[in-house]
């Protein structure tokens, strides 16, 4: 029997290869590619250094990227798209990098090895930036590219405790049939949210003709819960002392305090995600720490400073402990098992696992799309290592 990997991928804007965990064994790595060395040290310490290439996007030509994959994957920078950011969409220095990987994808089909499928993943901003006209660009560009495409939104919450919804753009070369087993002839709930929908009526009529409303199963109920994944003893931070537990209390208005007494009150154990907020309160600008207890962590952010670092809270009747978010629990709300190596810096860790992609996500598409549209094109292969 042949156990070699059925499948191919290049992995742009790599990361820690979280992409890569979620596609699985069954998927051979040809290029990986990230500019930030401390996130390609962690990269290569678990996937192993030989298909990654650390440099810049735009400093990568056709030569660097061997053989024709299957997938082309890019989590390309959100910062400008984020609603949080500054708001340059593609024309910004990060988010701007889809442009280059737009022009890899070109220079693929140049050479005559084009990949079949090209998925790209980013925040739900994408949907509206400059009004619509990024989501607009991408489309036109996945079209012109000679691609069927559409976009749909995943939260991570379906399959972690972790609230993280995020929208993926699959495009699959025009010249390949989609099974219609992968596609829906309208908007399915829960993937094609009402931002989807808007973006889509803006796209004028030549390129929505390439749309394609993709067909997932609901996933089975999440069982996990925000509690499951809390080290006792973790090695990355510190319980806080009674005095900075009471400190942060002191932090939040009666609404969340509230919720704090409610937990208290239930009688079994519970935690509370925390992230700490600016709010004006009579006209004056005051730090608040506002905490959720529903069983999921708040969206883990990149940590540009402190109030980006979620805590916790547990409550286990009237005794009560807070400390900041360990690196291992990020890493458990982004779905990477324990074995995978994280970096020994708090915040170089947080970045890394902040900034990538939820693996049973990935994994979710990988199932439910790319692998049965790859099967349907090449069932002889499958055969082969069956």
Request: proline share 6%; charged share 20%.
């Amino acid at each position: 029997m042949d156990n070699s990997p059925t499948h191919s991928f290049y992995e742009f804007f790599a990361g820690g290869g979280m992409a890569r965990a979620g596609l699985g064994s069954g998927w051979n790595c040809l290029f990986a590619n990230d500019f930030d060395h401390k996130k390609a040290k962690t990269y290569a310490a678990n996937w192993g250094s030989k298909d990654l290439t650390v440099e810049d996007i735009r400093n990568i030509s056709p030569e660097d990227m061997p053989g024709q994959p299957d997938l082309a994957w890019g989590s390309f920078p959100c910062q400008d798209l984020s609603l949080a950011g500054g708001g340059a969409g593609l024309r910004g220095d990060r988010s701007g990098t889809f442009w280059p990987f737009i022009s890899h994808i070109q220079s693929l089909r140049d050479g005559g090895r084009p990949p079949a499928i090209i998925c790209l993943e980013n925040v739900l901003g994408t949907l509206t930036s400059h009004g619509g006209s990024d989501f607009n660009s991408i489309c036109s560009a996945l079209s012109n590219l000679g691609y069927n495409f559409g976009a749909f939104v995943v939260d991570a919450a379906l399959f972690l405790p972790h609230s993280r919804p995020r929208l993926f753009f699959v495009a699959i070369r025009e010249d390949l049939q989609v099974p219609h087993s992968l596609r829906h002839g309208k908007a399915a709930h829960p993937w094609h949210t009402s931002g989807v929908l808007n973006a889509h009526k803006r796209l004028s009529e030549q390129v929505a003709r390439k749309w394609v409303w993709w067909n997932m199963p609901m996933p089975k109920k999440r069982t996990q819960n925000f509690l499951d994944i809390i080290e006792e003893n973790p090695v990355s931070t510190d319980w806080h002392t009674p005095a900075q537990t009471t400190a942060l209390l002191s932090m939040m208005n009666e609404v969340n305090l509230a919720k704090v007494e409610t937990a208290k009150a239930a009688k079994v154990p519970m935690v509370g995600g925390i992230y700490k907020r600016t709010r004006y309160e009579h006209g004056i600008k005051v730090q608040r720490a506002e905490i959720r207890f529903d069983n999921m962590a708040g969206c883990l952010r990149t940590p540009a400073g402190g109030s980006s670092r979620q805590l916790i809270m547990l409550v286990k009747g009237d005794y009560l402990r807070s400390r900041l978010l360990s690196t291992r629990e990020t890493a458990r709300l982004m779905g990477l098992p324990d074995s995978y190596k994280l970096p020994k810096a708090y915040n170089e860790a947080y970045h890394l696992t902040g900034d990538g992609v939820a693996v049973p996500v990935v994994a979710y598409i990988t199932k439910h799309i790319f692998e049965p549209f790859l099967v349907s094109q090449n069932l002889s292969k499958v055969m082969e290592v069956a």
